[in-house]
């Protein structure tokens, strides 16, 4: 299995404060990138990165922000928690971009309360 | 037209049945197609890529029509370890892949 871990893999929080979910890989891979998965939506892309400092938005991206400062870890933040971002969220890597597939992480359940 | 299209499903099938699943794309230009497996509560794990010509792994056979913009998977000899849901994958625009909703499969002893 692909070198992906994600942390935390369950939290709580409250409305209105900033969560931040962090993914590392050690596959040393290029790509990386953050689902949501809801029932009736499937996986929806939030945001990706294409190299250090380089990302772009996803089809969801409102509320939150990425950060990636070294290959191996990409953060997802949610500036201010709100009870439409309870989710799980997925972290993916892949070499090639579009070109190649996905590994994910095992999630972040998240719950905003 | 959503991008990635899939019957929700389920699909109850008996064991050793032969079951397909069908996958429309709105991309005619999508250049990259795979079949992923999710298990409840878990990530999805890449099953096979598709390619142009077709391809078989075991069991599993994935085919591509592009003239009428669809991938299938054909599970033969169906097992009760299949039971999951199915999602198809399809790269859109630059480095993105969008996935359908899945289709759920049950398999019954």
């Known amino acids: 299995d692909a070198g992906i871990t994600q942390s935390p893999r369950h939290k709580v929080t409250e409305t209105g404060t900033p969560v931040t979910l962090r993914c590392h890989q050690t596959e040393n891979h290029r790509y990386m990138y953050w689902y949501r998965q809801d029932p009736g939506h499937g996986l929806r892309l939030i945001h990706y990165s294409y190299g250090v400092k380089d990302t772009d938005k996803g089809e969801v991206s409102d509320g939150y922000s990425v950060s990636r400062s070294k290959t191996e870890d990409f953060l997802l933040t949610l500036e201010s928690a709100t009870s439409s971002q309870t989710s799980v969220y997925f972290c993916?890597?892949?070499?090639?971009?579009?070109?190649?597939?996905?590994?994910f992480g095992n999630g972040t359940r998240l719950t905003v309360t | 037209r959503k991008e990635v299209e899939q019957d929700p499903g389920p699909f109850n099938v008996p064991e050793g049945a032969t079951v397909a699943f069908n996958c429309t794309y709105s991309n005619s230009a999508s250049q990259s197609f795979f079949w992923y497996r999710q298990d409840c509560r878990k990530e999805p794990k890449l099953l096979m890529s598709v390619y142009s010509s077709g391809n078989e792994d075991g069991r599993f056979t994935a085919q591509l029509n592009r003239a009428s913009q669809y991938i299938s998977l054909l599970i033969r000899d169906s097992k009760l370890s299949d039971s999951a849901t199915y999602l198809c994958v399809v790269n859109g625009d630059t480095d993105k892949l969008i996935f359908g909703t899945g289709t759920r499969l049950q398999v019954f002893p």
């Open positions: 993916a890597i892949s070499e090639e971009g579009a070109e190649s597939p996905l590994h």
